[in-house]
């Protein structure tokens, strides 16, 4: 993967940036993409893409426009995200070349790379005149999802992202900060730290609790939780690895400190909190039972009431709450990436020209910035230009805050653990939260997942799998910088 310092070789500051805007008689990278896509015209390109929702995108959207503009046909293979890395690699080991463009989560890249799975795509870049739109992707998604060992393996593509989303209604309501203060004895004010979250929650709770309102509610399946322990472990300062010798450090203080706390916090939350999926805890939060959730970025869209009420989205509970969001960064203020999408090209691949045009095109300035205003296939925003986009901040009173909201999220993010067999990790982390929902003790919790942790790395190789996490620290968007 890429760090800052590799990076500087094809990337500007934000001034130089603007000064190679593209000039107007210069050809978009969409533009140049459609016309050397044309002598393909009649063939079928093949991309793997994550089943449900997010297919809409190909096979509503982009793949018609493809075929429109290049006469290319586009075959939508949908697979299940769990399962997406192992059709990859069964796919690639088999040689049968069944897959030309792939949608890849960044954490998997160096698993991927290392494999060979994955075309390495710089030469393309050069030939198709890609590098100055790449420069615009905003700076966590670009200089932590892109690059593995220097070199290219994917275009970041999704602006996947945990946001803080609160009741402004009530943080701003005179007679909730008088009774928060009588409570308290502080100012009600939106969290910045995990201690003031833990305040403000159990706060909120004693005064809000009569109405059918609690302070918090956050999803709480090991899937989902998973990640949630990961950023804010990491904001508050711990680390994964000794990076000296590979043991695992998750059972540090900091681990104890961060899974008692989390446990601790389910008091406060509604009834049941440890089981709320995804879905639970969206329709908690849009139906005003909570005052303040953290989630990916279509929970603020879809509390404003954007989209839903197109029949792709009929499963999204109304909100009630549309006009009342406000919307910040969780405490400590780096945020997680949470998985994301990179679009990538297969080694294998019997058409490698035709899909690099297909994803550079998808991944372009121009269609990108239509394919996150798209209300039913989940791209988030990704690039400088979509914050700023004047179409996206029309779409509701308040975009201008949610999307100001996301920049400085794309500012700040940290990446999610990329490792050799990241999986094999994050299965035991998923076993450990399970337990500890179910009550065991965070400590002996943490300390049987570090052996595990430990006897994972030792069957890996501990020198081949620290190269990859020494590669994976230095990125910028590992741990907080201070």
Do not use: C
Not at 145 to 172: A, C, H, N, S, W
Not at 322 to 328: P, S
Not at 374 to 392: A, E, K, Q, V
């Amino acid at each position: 993967m890429i760090n800052r310092r590799d990076f500087g070789k094809i990337s500007l500051g934000a001034g130089l940036v603007a000064t190679m805007a593209r000039p107007a008689w210069a050809a978009s990278a969409a533009d140049t993409a459609v016309k050397a896509a044309q002598q393909y015209k009649g063939r079928t390109i093949t991309i793997v893409w994550e089943a449900g929702l997010q297919s809409l995108d190909p096979t509503h959207f982009s793949g018609p426009k493809w075929k429109e503009l290049t006469g290319m046909d586009v075959k939508v293979v949908e697979v299940a995200t769990a399962e997406m890395f192992t059709k990859i690699m069964q796919d690639y080991r088999s040689g049968a070349g069944a897959y030309d463009a792939l949608n890849v989560i960044p954490a998997w890249m160096p698993d991927l790379a290392q494999a060979g799975a994955l075309e390495v795509l710089d030469p393309y870049v050069e030939k198709y005149g890609y590098a100055s739109e790449l420069q615009t992707i905003a700076p966590t998604y670009r200089d932590n999802q892109m690059k593995v060992r220097g070199k290219i393996y994917g275009f970041p593509d999704d602006g996947d992202v945990f946001l803080m989303y609160y009741r402004r209604d009530l943080f701003e309501d005179p007679a909730v900060q008088k009774a928060f203060k009588e409570k308290t004895g502080k100012d009600l004010a939106v969290p910045k730290t995990w201690a003031d979250f833990d305040v403000v929650g159990a706060g909120l709770t004693d005064v809000l609790k009569d109405k059918g309102i609690y302070g918090a509610s956050f999803f709480r399946q090991p899937p989902y939780a998973m990640y949630m322990f990961e950023e804010r472990f990491r904001n508050e300062g711990g680390k994964f690895f000794d990076a000296d010798t590979m043991k695992a450090t998750i059972n540090s203080d900091v681990g104890v400190k961060v899974f008692t706390a989390m446990r601790n916090e389910n008091k406060f939350m509604p009834p049941g909190v440890e089981q709320f999926g995804f879905v639970e805890n969206l329709a908690t939060f849009l139906q005003g039972q909570s005052a303040m959730t953290i989630s990916w970025p279509p929970y603020g869209r879809w509390a404003e009431g954007y989209g839903t009420d197109q029949e792709a989205l009929n499963w999204v509970p109304k909100t009630t709450i549309a006009g009342k969001v406000g919307y910040a960064l969780p405490p400590g203020g780096h945020p997680e990436l949470a998985a994301g999408f990179a679009l990538s090209i297969s080694s294998t691949s019997k058409n490698k020209d035709a899909a690099y045009l297909f994803i550079q095109w998808l991944n372009s300035e121009d269609v990108s910035r239509q394919r996150v205003q798209l209300p039913y296939t989940l791209r988030d925003p990704f690039r400088d230009s979509h914050y700023t986009d004047s179409g996206y901040l029309a779409l509701w009173p308040n975009a201008k805050d949610y999307l100001a909201a996301l920049k400085r999220a794309s500012q700040t993010g940290l990446l999610d653990l990329s490792l050799l067999q990241t999986d094999k990790y994050e299965e035991v982390m998923r076993q450990a939260i399970s337990k500890l929902w179910a009550g065991d003790d965070p400590k002996t919790i943490l300390d049987a997942a570090a052996a595990e942790w430990n006897d994972i790395t030792q069957k890996i190789g501990i020198d081949k799998q620290k190269t990859v996490y020494t590669a994976w620290a230095a990125e910028s968007g590992a741990y907080p910088k201070t």
